[in-house]
């Protein structure tokens, strides 16, 4: 059973990294036009509910299941880490990444400036992104087992 959930618990990991990724390559290519940057705050709104929520929600129960499975304390350093990397990930997906989105899109429909706003889904990305990374290296090294 270990064997699965962890081949699971990565496979939503790289889900959660890849979508991460997406965002940050695409950001500033979609700024560029009304039309495709309208599709863009709106799918990455829709990639929040689709990729991100149910990344996050299987690494949780995974991770909480490899820890159950593997007799690992909940305590250990690198389990919090991914506790804490799910819950900040929740909280700026619907208190952040969400509101931006449609922001975006309501800007490109009435024609308002969009660049400050895709600074931000940048920099939220690419900070997502090493928080990302170090998670990985966090579970990788099993960081404070």
Do not use: C
Not at 2 to 30: E, K, N, S
Not at 42 to 71: C, H, N, Q, Y
Not at 98 to 115: D, K, Y
């Amino acid at each position: 059973m270990h064997g699965f959930l962890l081949w699971i618990h990565v496979l939503a990991a790289a889900v959660w990294i890849g979508a991460a990724t997406a965002v940050v390559y695409l950001a500033p290519r979609m700024a560029q036009n009304a039309i495709t940057g309208q599709v863009f705050a709106t799918e990455w709104v829709a990639m929040g509910r689709k990729l991100f929520t149910p990344a996050a929600i299987v690494s949780l129960a995974t991770g909480i299941g490899l820890v159950v499975d593997d007799s690992t304390r909940f305590s250990a350093g690198f389990v919090s880490i991914g506790f804490l990397m799910v819950i900040v990930g929740a909280v700026v997906g619907m208190a952040v990444n969400a509101p931006v989105g449609r922001q975006i899109a309501a800007a490109h429909e009435s024609g308002a400036e969009t660049a400050a706003l895709y600074a931000r889904v940048r920099t939220i990305g690419l900070v997502e992104l090493a928080l990302l990374a170090f998670t990985v290296y966090a579970m990788a090294t099993q960081l404070g087992a």
